[in-house]
């Protein structure tokens, strides 16, 4: 599902999404709480975030969780979930 257009979501769209088991796009995102990043890494599917411009080291624990890829182009957003998710970082 593609929702590139939407620029923010509540806490409670985030949870709705959660639910979706397939591709998840979700570009248009800037930024993320706490409460919709660890909704986000309940979804099944790829989760494409890459219009993120920053999250905390939290937040990047949180999305590292997700058990599929998540997708960033902002290099420092997609290293410092890779910090969590592939080299173990606690």
Known sequence: MRLNGLASISDNQAESLSR?????????????NDNQAESLSKQEGELSLKGLISITENQARILAKHEKMVYCEQDDVRKLIEKYKYYGYK
Not at 20 to 32: K, N, P, V
């Open 20 to 32: 979706h088991g397939g591709e998840l796009s979700l570009d248009g995102l800037i930024s993320l």
